[in-house]
Nanobody, 127 residues
């Protein structure tokens, strides 16, 4: 079991930046692939970014590529998502998730792949 707690959300103007944190407890974060997802009102939860166990591999949704940056500090048991050049369409609840599975066949862009989820943190971008 691992518990995840997100923080860092808030209200920001378009063009601004935020850094979200995902703090893990219960198990070492290095045991997990970490994904960030978001869900806007009335929409499905969607993939945002993913980072491999040692941080050597990252993957981004096209909508955030070049603007968002995922990272992790396994020594601190924390993952991060830096949000830059924010747009109104980035407004959503952002969730971090952890997957303990292995294998190149895993669908890490699919929310069902992840076993553990945080409670989410709200990001609101005003235009």
């Amino acid at each position: 079991q691992v518990q995840l707690v997100e923080s860092g959300g808030g209200l920001v103007q378009a063009g601004g930046s935020l850094r979200l944190s995902c703090a893990a407890s219960g198990r070492t974060l290095s045991s997990f692939t970490i994904g960030w997802f978001r869900q806007a009102p009335g929409k499905e939860r969607e993939f945002v970014a993913r980072i491999g166990r040692n941080g050597g591999f990252t993957d981004y949704a096209d909508s955030v590529k070049g603007r968002f940056a995922i990272s992790r500090d396994n020594a601190e048991n924390t993952a991060y998502l830096r949000l830059n050049s924010l747009k109104s369409e980035d407004t959503a609840v952002y969730y971090c998730a952890a997957d303990g599975g292995y294998g190149s066949q895993r669908q890490w862009r699919e929310s069902r792949t992840y076993d553990y989820w945080g409670q989410g943190t709200q990001v609101t971008v005003s235009s």
